[in-house]
Every structure is written in structure tokens, then in C-alpha cells.
């Protein structure tokens, strides 16, 4: 059952883009609001940078693994 019609998944979808596209929809409900109202300290701002570089290094290691993981089913170096 698909309840919104519109909804195409994406066949492109990998830990990069999935953290991406979480992250944008948490800075557009929870972050810019609160910027706009100035319910953020700088300390708040700076700390939430290091949390998106952080996710965003997570992200990329967590794709290069996916790679890795498709690539070993491929070619089954990893496996006896």
C-alpha cells in the first residue's frame, strides 16, 4: 500500500544521501526556526556544525563500506 502517490523511492539511496536528506529536514523544522526566533546561542550554532561534520563523516564511511560490501558479494575476495 502506498499512501502518498507522489512518493518515488529513490534507487540512489545510500547512507550519504539518507543522512543528507535527514539532516536537511531537521534543519528546516528544528534549526532555522530556531535561528530565526534567536533561540540559539553561537556555542549552540558551533556545536551543531561539529554534529553535522560528524554525521557527515559517519555518512561517507558508512557508504565506502556499503561499496566495499557490494563490491566483496561481486567478486567474493572475502569469502573461502
Not at 529513490?10 to 528546516?28: D, H, K
Not at 530565526?36 to 558508512?62: F, H, Y
Amino acid at each position: 500500500m502506498n499512501i502518498n502517490s507522489e512518493y518515488n523511492p529513490s534507487p540512489e539511496l545510500n547512507a550519504v544521501t539518507a543522512m543528507e536528506t535527514c539532516m536537511a529536514n531537521i534543519s528546516e523544522i528544528l534549526v532555522r526556526p530556531a535561528i530565526k526566533k534567536g533561540e540559539l546561542s553561537d556555542e549552540d550554532k558551533e556545536l551543531l556544525g561539529i554534529v553535522g561534520t560528524t554525521l557527515k563523516l559517519i555518512a561517507e564511511r558508512a557508504k565506502a563500506y556499503e561499496e566495499l560490501e557490494n563490491s566483496s558479494d561481486k567478486n567474493n575476495h572475502f569469502r573461502n
